[in-house]
């Protein structure tokens, strides 16, 4: 795992990943928790500092940040997704600088999982902070495994999904037309 130990009562201990204050492999201090309906203005900010080509690898398709999709992208069941911000800042200078989502299957038993990065905040360890955070969830639901679905574009994806291979779950992989196909079984 990237988590840092911290000193307790001069004991060094490993945190369990969730939510809450997290330290990048790249030392970066960000702070992880779940999505609430008051974010769409911070999230509407998120989603104008990507580029087309990270939105293209979050939705396949060219999309704009409408006041809709912002709205269903604040709207969550939790029994159907979780979604995790990575921030930066604190109180009213909140910054999103990561989003992870899940997306339960019920009938595998399964979640398909997407993290998204702002441009300048990418191979910080963000991405894997919200892989960790969305695993750990998975876990405390009882699923047994995690799917992804990338485009073979999109490199820094596939780097985090190999990079937590043997760690975390070992890997099926399969390619249907420039998507990467991954299922991912928790060790």
Known sequence: MSLK??????RSRRPKPGQGIRITKTGLRIFLRPIRIDDKEL???????LSAEALYFRFFRHIEPTEDLLQKLVKIDPTEQRAVLALIGRGKTDKIVGVGR?????E???AEVIVTVAGDYQNKGIGRELLLYLIHIAKEQGLK?????????NVAMLRLLRSLEGVEYEIQKRVEAGVFHFDMTFK
């Open 5 to 10: 130990r911290t000193s307790v009562a001069g």
């Open 43 to 49: 999230l509407h900010s998120f989603a104008e500092t």
């Open 102 to 106: 899940s997306f339960m299957d019920h």
């Open 108 to 110: 595998s038993v399964t």
């Open 145 to 153: 495994s995690l799917t992804a679905q990338v485009l073979a574009d």
